[in-house]
């Protein structure tokens, strides 16, 4: 969690904050997790 919170740009506590339960992580916030984690989003038309 420490290396994905840093790889993200963010504090180790705003993460396990964002990730909680009760967290509501902006969508730049699941963005940044998302390429730390190596994983990418494709939006296309329905």
């Avoid at 506590?13 to 997790?33: H, I, M, N, Q, W």
């Amino acid at each position: 969690m420490t290396q994905v919170a840093q790889d993200a740009g963010l504090s180790r506590e705003s993460l396990y904050r964002a990730l909680s339960a009760d967290g509501s992580p902006s969508f730049a916030t699941v963005l940044k997790v998302a390429r730390a984690l190596g994983v990418r989003f494709h939006a296309e038309p329905a």
